[in-house]
């Protein structure tokens, strides 16, 4: 379904990516690992437009979209929810779902709307609600539920975990890995390194902007690299 090769990425003079190659398949659970600064969200925002690539190539359902504005990305069939939320404070939950289907047919974001209601329960009791009055894990889900009303067929999770207590992080990904039994392909970006090998099907490492490790995420649970460096073994 995606297909990266060979992305660099700079900020000015400071090489953010340096050939970063990885594939997501139909279907699949894909997660990027590393620490702060190793490119992972620099990653993400290449791929649905927010930054310009200096180098490389990104494909899409075999369409190239390296330099596509990300509205073009969007109705392509991209969804990225970004690191932080990023929810419109100022207006209510219903004002966010509604936004995130704007490209869409208003009788379709009508019934998506009750189809979040449905995933996400505890949006239903605060529709009307300012959404910046929520708490950071219904925030969260909201911020999630706005990605979907796009009817995606790739979602793009960047730290969907941070800031958020044990427990609502358990309800994060057991909404992800409910997304994922319904076929939905996902790319995540994720420090916690326990619930990422959980959910996903393959991993790539990033380190300093580039891939120095990939597999299936059942094998590198026991490689030495991801226990010493991240699992704290």
Known sequence: MLEVRALEVAYGSIRALHGVSLDVGHGELVAILGSNGAGKSTTLRAISGLVRPRAGSIRFLGRTITRAAPEEIVALG????????R??????????????????PWPEVRRDIDRMETLFPILRERLNQAAGTLSGGEQQMLAIARALMSRPRLLI???PSLGLAPLVVE?????IA??????????LVEQNVHHALDVADRVYVLETGRVTLSGPASELRHDPRIEQSYLGR
């Open 87 to 104: 929810i419109f404070g100022r207006l209510t939950v219903r004002q966010n779902l509604v936004l995130g289907g704007i490209q869409r």
């Open 178 to 187: 409910e997304l994922k039994g319904e076929g939905l392909t996902i790319l």
């Open 171 to 175: 309800q994060v990904f057991r909404t």
């Open 157 to 159: 999770l960047d730290e």
């Open 78 to 85: 991209i969804s990225h929810c970004p690191e932080g939320r």
